[in-house]
Structure formats: structure tokens, C-alpha cells
């Protein structure tokens, strides 16, 4: 049998991610007198693997798509994600397994009351490109990503994070000295460090973009941050390159929850074809490989791989835009939910690890509804909503489908093209449709796609990052322009959930919302896809973590 390690339980995890972004917190929100100013930033390591040897270590990662660019403020993807992480530090990270926020470009942090929080920053760190990170540099970033008439902030970009995490949210931000940096919030709020966890607020070299300008960390630029590795190489739509920096800041910090890697040099190939990926990976020049869902079981009986199991964290779904008809009629899209034999989709395209989604958020989160049930597969009540909507004849429309694997969509047109037979039986027409992944999110962020697939995955296991981040609005008055949804009632939930700091409120809070989405039918979530890891067996060091990328642990041991 293969090798497998399930990292965390559906309990645990739930736990960990429900309880430590706000009980974790209890002690940081606590007034700075009657606590200390943040975790020890020196502290005894844990048991270390093996060191590596002196020969240079190549770690090579096969995925699905390309990164669609490199500048963590302006992009959404999780294949622009991975490869940030690495050469990007954010002031905090979550420590592992667990959501608990942790130092990072930030040694330590104070607050009174929640609302003004002073980050002291580590002395002597420096960008890839040798400049010092100083509070002004800090400083520099957090203006660009707030303020929209910054000299290096261009209309072709868009700073969705920034806009759905903190633009509510931030105030304002200050230095107070060359290592102390301040943000001041609009309310108090126990959700701002793990915020700033997320990879998005990777702090860029001000130097760096200005340099480069619009090209910054594009396919004709270069990504200059202070991370573990240093870009060396981009060819689009085949490898991006990075080597270890071996000046990192990391080397000389002592901490419980990091060390320098060992891997010497990463190389993320893009192999769109999930049949070319997998024979690579089974020829060995693949390391590790995002291997699709119905894959899996060839490699289950093979003592080469190591399969790591995690819960969901992820949900794939199907957008409606409320504001194109036939859409904007509440009767269209329950027509759709209930024309469509999901688990049938889910039993033929997903793997045993999947689950059917019931509700927007998986059970890890907080504010999962378990009292949801899925919209049940009834074609002739279909038939009959169509009629109530003056669509008795059915309808024709275009439906876009993700063009790259992912979790969520293991075979997005292959589904796709099954769901269309389904929704044809009761009249619905598709013309199926895709673009460059780039392309894709950029339409669908803008509006312009009537019907579409998507997928969300978790950024640092609260709500907020997950039904939050799909349904509040920067203006709760007006319906947004992605998919033209609004309800009053939900955006006042969702507001209402990013500054209660109770559990149990904060997690009947977010249910009430879970329902309105399923009731409004916003979007159809289709299904939980747990997240599994297929590694060479001689890829050591994965650990037991769900909201940080690996590549400070791993090491090839031949």
C-alpha cells in the first residue's frame, strides 16, 4: 500500500481553525501592560530532520497552470500564491497546524484596545535586491495597496485582497520609528493579525517597483522581497526558477516553527495536461505533483509515493451574475441547482476524499451550517421553476469553465460538458467557454460572464477569508459588480462578524449567513475537495501543516 499520513482530524481542525484566530488572540488583544508584547522571538527548536548534504538540492513541483503573476497585492491565484510565498515575508505568519498568528517580519506586537497596533520589525533584514526593510518601506507598501492614487498603483491592476480584506478595516498606518510600524483601525478587531497573514501582504522592495514599474513582477519583471528564495527565471507557461537565499533573515533566528531550508533550488513546471503530469511523476522528474482527483488511485498501491490527507478548507461552486437575466430571477438559478445530479458529477470527477458540498463553507470552518441540506436532484421540479419564471421553452446561455486543474475542479470542462447534459434534459442550453487563466479571473472579477465555475481555498481558516471574502461588500449598498449579488441582512451579518470576538456568537453569526446564500442560491457550491499531497517517497520534511507552504522543511533524501 502507499505511504499515507492524515496531518490534522475534521475535529482538530475545526478546532484549531474556529478557536485560535480569536481565543489565540485573547492574550495579543489584552492591554501591552498586563502581557507580553508577543510570542518569544527565540524559543527552543523543534527536533530537526537530517541536515542536508553539501551536494545542491533541486526541488522540482509539478502543477496544473501558470502563475498568472508574481506581485502577491494584485493577484488571487493559487498558482501565483505558492510561488510568492516563497520569495515574500508578511509582518505575521500562522504557525502551522494550528491558525495561531506568529512573528515574523514583525519580532513583536502591542496593542491597548485593539485598534492601534505598534509592529516592531526585526533589525538588519534586507531585500533580495540589498535594500534594508525599514518602517518606511512597510509603510510604502501599505499606501500602495490603500490608496488608489499611489505613483505605482496603475489602472491594469486590481487589489482584490486589499479591497475585501482591509479596506473596511484599516484606517490608517504611521512610523513611528525606522523599526516600529503602526496601523490604526477603523474599530477594534481581533482579526488583523491573521489578516496579515495572508500572502497577499507580502512586502515588496518600494526600490524594486519603482525600478520596474507596470512590469513589476510580470512575466517581464522581477519579485524582490525579503522570503527564503530569490527569483532567478520566468518562462511563461513552462518553469519559473527560484534559489535559496542564503541571506535570509531566517538563518540567524532561532524559532520553534521555522529554519533555513535545505532545498537549494525550487523549479514550479506547468504541465496543464493531467495524463502528461502524472506520467512525468511516474517517470521521476517530478518530485511532488498536483496529481487530479481521479488520478489518485493509480499511485495508491505504489510504495513510492507518500500521500499527506487534510481536511477541506475548499469549496468549488458555480456563480450566477444577479443582475444578467435570466439570472436575477430567483426561480433560473433554484432551476439550476435542482436540474444538475451532483453526486454523480462528484462519484465520477472527484476522489474518494471529496465531499458533496451542502453549504459554501466545509465543516472546518467556523460557521459551517451542518442544519443545510443539498439542493436535491429533481429535474421536473426544475421543469416547473422554469415555468414560474416565464421560461417554460428553457433558455440558452453562455457557461465559462476554469481552464486549469485545481482542487475544486479536478476536470473542469469534463464536468462542465457532463453538466450541460443535465441541464439540457430540462431546457437550459450551455455554450461552453473558457479563456487564459489570467483572462478568466480578470473577466470574472469585472463582471462580464453571466454564469461561471470557480473555487475558494482558505487562506487562514476564518470565515471572514471564506464566505467574508465572497459576500461583503465595500459599499453595502450597492450589489457587486462580479456577480451583481447584494442582501442587506447578509452584508450586516458578515460586518457583524469581523468585529464580534465571541466564538459561539461570531459562529451563529456566520450559520445565519450560510443560510441566506443557500437560500438566495448565490451560488452553488458543488463539492469539498479534502487537499492531498502526493510526494516522491524520498521527499522528506512535510509536516503536519495546513495554512503555510513546506518549503523550509523539505529535503531529498535518496
Not at 325 to 342: I, Q, S
Amino acid at each position: 500500500m502507499f505511504s499515507k499520513k492524515t496531518v490534522v482530524t475534521r475535529r482538530t481542525f475545526l478546532t484549531l481553525a474556529g478557536v485560535s484566530a480569536a481565543a489565540g488572540l485573547a492574550a495579543a488583544c489584552a492591554p501591552a501592560a498586563q502581557r507580553p508584547a508577543a510570542e518569544p522571538t527565540t524559543a527552543p527548536a523543534e527536533p530537526q530532520a537530517p541536515a542536508a548534504p553539501v551536494a545542491e538540492q533541486t526541488l522540482i513541483i509539478g502543477r496544473g497552470g501558470d502563475s498568472v503573476g508574481l506581485d502577491p497585492a494584485i493577484v488571487t491565484d493559487g498558482e501565483s500564491a505558492r510561488v510568492c510565498t516563497a520569495i515574500y515575508d508578511t509582518l505575521v505568519v500562522l504557525e502551522g497546524a494550528s491558525t495561531k498568528p506568529v512573528p515574523w517580519l514583525a519580532e513583536s506586537w502591542t496593542t491597548e484596545d485593539s485598534k492601534v497596533w505598534d509592529f516592531k520589525l526585526r533589525a538588519g533584514v534586507k531585500f533580495h535586491d540589498g535594500e534594508p526593510l525599514t518602517a518606511q518601506a512597510v509603510k510604502w507598501n501599505f499606501d500602495r495597496w490603500q490608496n488608489p492614487d499611489h505613483p505605482y498603483r496603475y489602472p491594469s491592476q486590481k487589489y482584490e485582497y486589499w479591497d475585501k480584506e482591509m479596506s473596511g478595516v484599516v484606517q490608517s498606518t504611521e512610523v513611528v520609528d525606522d523599526l516600529t510600524f503602526r496601523i490604526t483601525l477603523k474599530e477594534p478587531s481581533v482579526l488583523i493579525l491573521p489578516k496579515l497573514a495572508l500572502f497577499n501582504f507580502g512586502i515588496a522592495s518600494p526600490k524594486a517597483v519603482e525600478a520596474q514599474g507596470e512590469s513589476y513582477a510580470t512575466q517581464a519583471g522581477t519579485p524582490v522581497g525579503t522570503g527564503r528564495f530569490k527569483f532567478e527565471s520566468w518562462t511563461p507557461n513552462d518553469k519559473i526558477t527560484a534559489v535559496r537565499n542564503d541571506d535570509w533573515w531566517g538563518s540567524t533566528v532561532t524559532l520553534p516553527y521555522t529554519q533555513m531550508p535545505r532545498i537549494t533550488r525550487i523549479i514550479w513546471r506547468s504541465i496543464p495536461d493531467n495524463n502528461t503530469r502524472l506520467a512525468e511523476f511516474q517517470a521521476g522528474t517530478l518530485d511532488t505533483a498536483d496529481i487530479a482527483q481521479t488520478d489518485l488511485a493509480t499511485l495508491e498501491n505504489d510504495p513510492n509515493y507518500v500521500f499527506t490527507v487534510t481536511p477541506s478548507v475548499s469549496v468549488g461552486y458555480i456563480a450566477f451574475n444577479h443582475a444578467t437575466p435570466p439570472f436575477d430571477k430567483l426561480e433560473v438559478r433554484k432551476a439550476w441547482a435542482h436540474a444538475v445530479n451532483w453526486d454523480a458529477l462528484i462519484e465520477t470527477f472527484y476522489s474518494k476524499y471529496a465531499k458533496r458540498a451542502t453549504c459554501f463553507q466545509p465543516p472546518s470552518i467556523l460557521g459551517h451550517n451542518p442544519n443545510i441540506k443539498p439542493y436535491e436532484y429533481n429535474p421536473e421540479l426544475a421543469k416547473q421553476l422554469l415555468t414560474q419564471a416565464g421560461l417554460s421553452d428553457g433558455f440558452e446561455t453562455d457557461f465559462w469553465y476554469v481552464p486549469v486543474i485545481r482542487g475544486y475542479f479536478p476536470d473542469s470542462k469534463a464536468l462542465s460538458e457532463a453538466m450541460a447534459a443535465d441541464l439540457a434534459k430540462v431546457g437550459i442550453r450551455l455554450n461552453l467557454k473558457t479563456e487564459d487563466w489570467g483572462a478568466y479571473l480578470s473577466d470574472r472579477k469585472e463582471g462580464k460572464f453571466p454564469v461561471w465555475a470557480l473555487g475558494w481555498g482558505s487562506d487562514n481558516g476564518d470565515p471572514d477569508n471564506f464566505i467574508g471574502y465572497h459576500f461583503i461588500w465595500s459599499d453595502p449598498t450597492k450589489p457587486n459588480v462580479e456577480d451583481g449579488y447584494n442582501n442587506s441582512r447578509l452584508q450586516e451579518l458578515l460586518r457583524k462578524g469581523r468585529v464580534v470576538s465571541d466564538i459561539a456568537e461570531r459562529e451563529k453569526i456566520y450559520q445565519e449567513a450560510e443560510q441566506i446564500v443557500h437560500d438566495d442560491v448565490a451560488r452553488i457550491p458543488i463539492a469539498w475537495p479534502a487537499s492531498v499531497a502526493v510526494d516522491r517517497s524520498y521527499l522528506k520534511g512535510r509536516k503536519e501543516w495546513v495554512f503555510r507552504d513546506q518549503y523550509e522543511n523539505f529535503y531529498i533524501e535518496k
